[in-house]
């Protein structure tokens, strides 16, 4: 069955640019959204946006102007980079599959996640 | 942005219990509505999707209803495996899909 695998380092800088990468084994990534979802220890779930295979995007307007995503269908790998983290982006970031439809995304399966922490 | 509100926040039960969660939308999501299990240090796990549709693999026990506002996941008869955070998500199109804020089933 299709596995995920989130991957990158687990401690920034403040300011920095955190980039996490999520590797799909079990299946091919095409034809499928890939969302990345984030949760602060302790807290609940924020959706942070999404990707196709075609390299089109959505993100959360919140975190709009920070975020990039990217795909590498080569290596059956999505990434997300986050600009000029702070203490508020310290979370579990989570790579997550979504639906081959552009309406709407529910999610399975899910990463094992990876905690990423925000220290100078 | 449309809100999901989860009742209750924290919910005691014992073995074999009827469980019932209520997630409430401050807007009309008609069916797009998806619950999920996060036992602690673990990804969420999809149980139900489109309202009331069974997750594969999920057991028979777990069901989802409603449309529209208002959403109910059922555990008919409660497992010592199912204690766990219960959230809700909905993904209605051209919408910030959001999550609810957890249900939290603790043993009583």
């Known amino acids: 069955q299709v596995q995920l695998q989130e991957s990158g380092p687990g401690l920034v800088k403040p300011s920095e640019t955190l980039s996490l990468t999520c590797t799909v084994s079990?299946?091919?990534?095409?034809?499928?959204?890939w969302s990345w979802i984030r949760q602060p220890a302790g807290k609940g779930l924020e959706w942070i946006g999404r990707?196709?295979?075609?390299?089109?995007?959505n993100y959360n307007p919140s975190l709009k102007s920070r975020v990039t995503m990217s795909v590498d269908t080569s290596k059956n790998q999505f990434s997300l980079k986050l600009r000029s983290v702070t203490a508020a982006d310290m979370a579990v970031y989570y790579c997550?599959?979504?639906?081959?439809?552009?309406?709407?995304?529910?999610?399975?399966?899910w990463g094992q996640g990876t905690l990423v922490t925000v220290s100078s | 942005d449309i809100q999901l509100t989860q009742s209750p926040s924290t919910l005691s039960a014992s073995v074999g219990d009827r469980v019932t969660i209520t997630c409430r939308a401050s807007?009309?999501?008609?069916?797009?509505l998806a619950w999920y299990q996060q036992k602690p240090g673990k990804a969420p796990k999809l149980l139900i999707y489109?309202?009331?549709s069974l997750e594969s693999g999920v057991p028979s026990r777990f069901s989802g209803s409603g449309s529209g506002t208002e959403f109910t996941l059922t555990i008919s008869s409660l497992q010592p495996d199912d204690f766990a955070t219960y959230y809700c998500?909905?993904?209605?199109?051209?919408?910030?899909?959001?999550f609810g804020q957890g249900t939290k089933v603790e043993i009583k």
């Open positions: 997550a599959r979504g639906s081959s439809s552009p309406i709407g995304d529910y999610f399975h399966p």
């Open positions: 079990g299946g091919s990534i095409s034809r499928y959204y």
């Open positions: 990707i196709y295979t075609t390299g089109s995007t």
């Open positions: 807007q009309r999501i008609s069916s797009w």
């Open positions: 489109d309202a009331s």
């Open positions: 998500q909905h993904y209605k199109s051209y919408s910030l899909w959001t």
